[in-house]
């Protein structure tokens, strides 16, 4: 996991190829955000079910964040490792 300071790119530092101006070089610090994106990205829940053991405004709430979860879970990720 790269740490990235807060002068990061200022002055050119980390900027350069082969990590001649410092750590982590760009790519690094690139490359460790599309694992933490990847690793962040939610499971889609396939298995819960809001049914009659909650009440009206509970099976709501259940269900809305169910579908906003399998939203996120749908949503492509753009940035990744090559």
């Keep these: 996991m790269a740490k990235i300071p807060t002068n990061f790119g200022s002055g050119g530092s980390h900027l350069t190829p082969g990590g001649a ?24 829940i396939t298995a819960a079910d809001a049914g009659a053991a909650y009440g009206p405004a509970e099976q709501a709430l259940l269900n809305a964040l169910k579908a906003q979860l399998n939203a996120l879970a749908a949503a492509p990720i753009k940035t990744t490792k090559g």
């Design 21 to 44: 101006a410092g750590t982590p070089s760009l790519a690094e610090a690139l490359r460790d955000i599309a694992d933490d994106l990847a690793a962040a990205k939610p499971a889609p």
